[in-house]
């Protein structure tokens, strides 16, 4: 059985790829006029039987023409692609292509086909595969599984684009054209080439040319409006400062100088007063207190609905562009082949370089949840509140939320769910702050974001 699917798997490449060519190389017209030929070729195999054959030779001639005619096209050109900085996921965006014809004759009826980088899934990986719409085919289409290797096919390429028609450009001149693009992933999409074609005299064969425009573009994850976190009276003392991550040493809140002491480091001294008193010197400088907000991204999908972990990359990215304050840093923790902490705020990255780490993460199916409860002590000390998001609310999620009150730090818990499917969760370890504890169904998360109240995290 297994190989028998593997073997339909290779004929469904065949068969796609195929399909692909022959969408673009015939028009409506010429396609209509292909399977006329080749209905009228099964029927007129005995011509003394019917006439068929004779439909099927002025078919085939015409098809024949065309298709010779296509190879005289010799059209030069010069393709500009103009992107923007970044996109968003199921929000369609524009951007421009600028075509020159560098021929001496002017170019009519042309057609411009802008391509993305088409991927081929593994047999493993087609089958471990889930499509939604599974459910609306039938029972044939869910067991051979075509259609859903389409819809793969289309979801690893990231995005849909409309060809542009061109009617006519002038020798040596040059046509600017707005393209739309409607990612369907967040990532980065890769655009390959972009395609002219020009039909022939009859209508029925395109030729086509093509030229290579590599160019990638970052998809970022959509976004909700989130309610305010409070944070008020939870400054804690940061070593180094704000600006700990992005200079090397102590806090650049200068203070006062003093006398060099055995053990300061040699980049406090302060050398112009050294060079005048020819006494060593040191600077001092003020500790600084503010605060530093963590956000826990849970990516252990395990055998969750792809939509929910969609939906908690969306919630978590909204809290990084509404986080943190003037004054505070925020801490974006989570677990992809190892434990990861990016860092944002005052003086150090912003925000637009979360948001682009959180477009390229990928669900974790590993047994590595513990590490994430090793993020939490090295931490503690450092961390004013938290905001966790979750897929689940099983055992290991409430133990890494009963370590975090155990380090007293306040918590505040988003557990996105099937919105299918909507279970009697108890509150456990939340239970003496049932108001921080939110549920947000996977199909109705903004409204269930609205009713959440501004969220103050002070302790009490």
């Keep these: 059985?297994?190989?028998?699917?593997?073997?339909?798997?290779?004929?469904?490449?065949?068969?796609?790829?195929?399909?692909?060519?022959?969408?673009?190389?015939?028009?409506?017209?010429?396609?209509?006029?292909?399977?006329?030929?080749?209905?009228?070729?099964?029927?007129?195999?005995?011509?003394?039987?019917?006439?068929?054959?004779?439909?099927?030779?002025?078919?085939?001639?015409?098809?024949?023409?065309?298709?010779?005619?296509?190879?005289?096209?010799?059209?030069?050109?010069?393709?500009?692609?103009?992107?923007?900085?970044?996109?968003?996921?199921?929000?369609?965006?524009?951007?421009?292509?600028?075509?020159?014809?560098?021929?001496?004759?002017?170019?009519?009826?042309?057609?411009?086909?802008?391509?993305?980088?088409?991927?081929?899934?593994?047999?493993?990986?087609?089958?471990?595969?889930?499509?939604?719409?599974?459910?609306?085919?039938?029972?044939?289409?869910?067991?051979?599984?075509?259609?859903?290797?389409?819809?793969?096919?289309?979801?690893?390429?990231?995005?849909?684009?409309?060809?542009?028609?061109?009617?006519?450009?002038?020798?040596?001149?040059?046509?600017?054209?707005?393209?739309?693009?409607?990612?369907?992933?967040?990532?980065?999409?890769?655009?390959?080439?972009?395609?002219?074609?020009?039909?022939?005299?009859?209508?029925?064969?395109?030729?086509?040319?093509?030229?290579?425009?590599?160019?990638?573009?970052l998809i970022l994850p959509k976004t909700y409006r989130t309610p305010k976190v409070e944070l008020k009276g939870l400054r804690k003392y940061q070593q180094g400062g704000m600006t700990q991550v992005s200079v090397i040493g102590d806090s650049q809140e200068f203070m006062s100088l003093r006398d060099y002491r055995p053990g300061d480091p040699l980049r406090a001294i302060h050398w112009r007063s050294y060079a005048k008193t020819g006494t060593p010197v040191v600077k001092e400088f003020h500790d600084e207190f503010f605060v530093r907000q963590g956000l826990i991204l849970d990516t252990f999908q395990e055998d969750k609905n792809n939509v929910v972990f969609e939906e908690a990359v969306s919630v978590a990215a909204s809290f990084c562009l509404t986080l943190p304050g003037q004054d505070a840093l925020l801490d974006l923790m989570f677990i992809g082949d190892q434990a990861y902490r990016f860092t944002s705020g005052r003086g150090l990255g912003q925000s637009e370089n979360m948001l682009e780490v959180l477009a390229c993460t990928e669900a974790c199916n590993n047994d590595s949840f513990s590490k994430l409860h090793e993020l939490i002590p090295e931490y503690s000390n450092e961390t004013s509140g938290m905001i966790c998001v979750l897929l689940d609310w099983d055992k290991k999620r409430q133990e890494l939320i009963e370590s975090i009150i155990r380090a007293s730090i306040p918590v505040v818990v988003f557990l996105i769910i099937d919105g299918e499917n909507e279970p009697n969760i108890e509150h456990g370890p939340m239970e003496n702050h049932p108001e921080r504890f939110i549920i947000l169904p996977s199909d109705n998360i903004q409204s269930s974001l609205d009713e959440a109240s501004n969220l103050s995290l002070a302790k009490e």
Excluded: C, W
């Design 1 to 217: 059985m297994l190989i028998f699917r593997r073997l339909l798997f290779k004929n469904f490449k065949f068969v796609y790829k195929l399909s692909q060519r022959l969408r673009y190389r015939f028009t409506s017209a010429g396609a209509l006029i292909a399977s006329g030929m080749l209905a009228s070729g099964i029927f007129g195999v005995d011509i003394r039987q019917s006439m068929a054959f004779q439909i099927f030779t002025i078919m085939a001639s015409l098809l024949l023409a065309s298709f010779l005619y296509s190879l005289s096209f010799r059209g030069q050109f010069k393709i500009t692609r103009e992107l923007p900085q970044f996109g968003t996921v199921h929000q369609t965006m524009r951007y421009r292509i600028t075509v020159h014809n560098l021929g001496k004759f002017a170019q009519n009826d042309l057609l411009l086909i802008d391509d993305l980088e088409t991927y081929f899934p593994k047999h493993e990986e087609f089958g471990k595969s889930r499509d939604p719409q599974d459910k609306n085919r039938n029972r044939f289409d869910r067991v051979i599984g075509y259609p859903r290797l389409v819809a793969l096919i289309r979801k690893l390429r990231g995005g849909t684009i409309q060809a542009q028609a061109v009617e006519n450009i002038a020798a040596n001149d040059f046509m600017e054209l707005n393209f739309e693009l409607l990612p369907s992933r967040r990532g980065y999409v890769h655009f390959s080439s972009t395609r002219i074609s020009r039909p022939d005299p009859f209508g029925l064969v395109r030729a086509i040319k093509k030229y290579e425009q590599k160019d990638k573009l």
